[in-house]
């Protein structure tokens, strides 16, 4: 089944975050639900991969302002069929920053968020299901703003609520800070 790897990381990210099961038993029951979860055609939901980039320290993130949402998140976009969510969020770590090499600091979830997205154009309302991984840059740091971004920024860690108030990059930065000192 194309879904097991993923409903594999699902189990393994709730034995790590037990305080986070609950997101976790919601992210896995759409899974093995909905056979076309990797498909943006679903009109309930679909997987998304996200990208939490950091420098070789680990205490800046690169973050883009995102051109339709109009706020500063992590880079990331839709599986559109491909059920290795990793793979996903190279991609689109890749393609959204213009970077020029990446490197998964895990090949586990690093973080797990499932948003609603208003409706646009044809689009009804519907919820991403994110898959977010730690990556690393090991190019030059030097990033290209997109088509998708308004702009992107090297932030510190420490400064991360200049850009944003989501409780969901606060919980990443404490995720990233927690591996960087135990690293």
């Known amino acids: 089944m194309h879904r097991q ?9 709730a034995a790590r975050y037990p305080g986070e099961a609950e997101t976790a038993n919601r992210f896995r029951d759409f899974v ?6 990797f498909e943006r055609r679903l009109a309930e939901g679909h997987i998304t991969g996200s990208a939490w980039i950091v420098d070789g ?22 599986a559109d069929g ?19 090499s990446l490197e998964a600091v895990s090949p586990e979830i690093f973080d797990l968020d499932i948003h609603p997205i208003p409706a646009r154009g044809e689009d009804p309302e519907h919820y991403h299901y994110d898959v977010r991984f730690l990556l690393r840059d090991v190019g ?21 609520e200049r ?16 591996y960087f000192r135990t690293a």
């Open 5 to 13: 790897p993923l409903l594999d990381l699902l189990d393994r990210y």
């Open 140 to 160: 030059s740091g030097d990033y290209i703003v997109s088509e998708e971004s308004h702009d992107l920024a090297w932030v510190p860690l420490e400064d991360l």
């Open 32 to 37: 093995a639900r909905a056979e076309a979860c």
């Open 82 to 100: 491909d059920p290795d969510v990793l793979a996903v969020a190279m991609r689109e770590g890749l393609e959204e920053t213009g970077l020029t």
């Open 57 to 78: 320290s680990g205490s800046r993130v690169l973050l883009t302002h995102h051109r339709k949402l109009d706020r500063w998140l992590q880079p990331g976009g839709h």
């Open 163 to 178: 850009y944003s108030d989501e409780e969901s990059m606060r919980r990443m930065r404490e995720k990233c800070n927690a």
